[in-house]
């Protein structure tokens, strides 16, 4: 997959030309056909070849409806063109994958992390799903439509991005406890990408940084077919909230999220290895746990209890206790070493964030008081994957983390 950053709309009419498409589909919105879909129409039209527009509303969803939309008004296309951030190029990468017909991407804000990514995230009788869907062939960056989008979707960006700092940890995480596969040149890369990014804040090469930042970590989660070099707890933090209805976009809460992981694993830095030891002897009260999963997960806490029981009381097990304290000891050196190097961006994380004006207390996002206290209780239930929020699951002292929050 190539990633064009000069001249994007003659570099497409190059691309277009050498693949030989003669009828094409652009799916926009009303918003980014006037700062870019436009362009790419006229590039089309002076290149005498057909070219057909599915324009959606400005707040259009990527649900039955959308998807029904492009099916009833395609006629014939032999690529489509997917112009805009989220949900246009959910809806498009998806169309293309039913109808088997390559698709390129014209992004328009640095909002999130999918754009290379092959599946697509649909709501499908009202509840948000991720399928199966394709990548695209090629991406064509206009960056001064990147540089003039809307600040909110480039805070997003920023936040889905920094996200990576904590998933990435939790990936070590695992790999070091549990000898989960790891692949280290992914995670060299998704580190640099956000490296790069927060020491560019404030200066020219920010936005492209960071959009960069955003296509790269999609690019490694198809290379180790998994989101896991993208996604840990702050991503768990944010669907738990996003079950909550909290309404702002994924990658403010994710930002957010992050923030409070960070905390975290600062907590485990100082944690002596004689107070792990302590906690051969503690076991999950598994009343008090389906109290907290009954208040969290309304309507829907019978299935979340289901889903769950087993990883809970598999915590309980003397032998599991025993082995995975054992080697949190016998590792902590490690594991410290890997905190120690990431935690010290949590100052620069903090100014970035002020200077950009992202969230940075969940009350500025809607959250409630006792919401905010259980999700870090909450959110292990979300996704079996092993992050830091399940270590401390597994200790039980999340809430000593939490109470100083
Ligand atoms: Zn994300």
């Given at each position: 997959m190539e990633v064009v950053w000069e001249e994007p709309y003659e570099s497409f009419l190059r691309f277009i030309n050498k693949n030989g498409y003669k009828s094409l589909l652009i799916i926009c919105d009303k918003n980014t056909f006037d700062i870019c879909a436009v362009k790419v129409k006229e590039t089309i039209e002076k290149s005498n070849r057909k070219c057909k527009i599915v324009c959606f509303e400005?707040?259009?969803?990527?649900?039955e409806f959308a998807l029904g939309k492009v099916f009833f008004e395609l006629?014939?296309?032999?690529i489509f063109v997917g112009v805009g951030s989220g949900t246009i190029s959910d809806i498009t990468r998806y169309t293309a994958y039913k109808f088997k017909v390559p698709f390129v991407l014209f992004p328009?804000?640095?909002?999130?992390?999918?754009?290379?990514?092959?599946v697509a995230a649909l709501t499908i009788n009202g509840l948000k799903t991720t399928v199966l869907a394709s990548s695209p062939e090629a991406i064509f960056v206009d960056m001064e439509v990147i540089e003039n989008s809307p600040e909110i979707l480039k805070k997003a960006g920023f936040g889905d991005l920094m996200g990576k700092i904590t998933a990435l940890l939790d990936w070590q995480l695992s790999h070091i406890i549990f000898d989960e596969t790891i692949d280290l040149e992914v995670l060299q890369i998704v580190k640099d990408t956000y490296l790069k990014t927060l020491k560019s804040?404030?200066?020219?090469q920010f936005y492209k940084n960071l959009l960069e930042g955003l296509i790269t970590s999609g690019i490694m989660m198809a290379r180790v077919n998994s989101s896991r070099p993208a996604s840990g707890s702050e991503h768990h933090l944010s669907h738990f909230w996003e079950y909550h209805n909290?309404?702002?976009y994924h990658g403010i809460k994710v930002g957010l999220a992050t923030i409070y992981v960070m905390r975290f694993y600062e907590h485990f830095l100082n944690l002596d290895k004689s107070r792990i030891l302590e906690r051969k002897e503690y076991r999950v009260d598994l009343e008090s746990w389906e109290d907290i999963i009954r208040k969290g997960f309304q309507p829907t806490f019978e299935y979340i209890i289901k889903q769950n029981i087993g990883r809970v009381s598999k915590l309980n097990d003397k032998e599991f206790r025993s082995n995975v304290i054992n080697r949190l000891v016998e590792k902590k050196e490690v594991i410290d070493e890997l905190i120690k190097e990431t935690i010290g961006l949590y100052k620069e994380l903090i100014d970035a964030y002020k200077k950009l004006e992202i969230?940075?207390?969940?009350s500025e996002i809607g959250i409630d008081k006792n919401l905010f206290n259980i999700s870090f209780l909450c959110a292990?239930?979300?996704?079996?994957?092993?992050t830091i929020l399940h270590l401390y699951e597994f200790l039980g002292l999340t809430d000593e983390v939490v109470c100083n929050f």
């Open positions: 400005a707040d259009v969803i990527a649900d006629e014939q296309a032999d328009t804000a640095p909002s999130m992390d999918g754009f290379a990514s092959s804040v404030g200066e020219n909290i309404k702002t969230p940075m207390n969940y292990p239930n979300i996704r079996e994957r092993f």
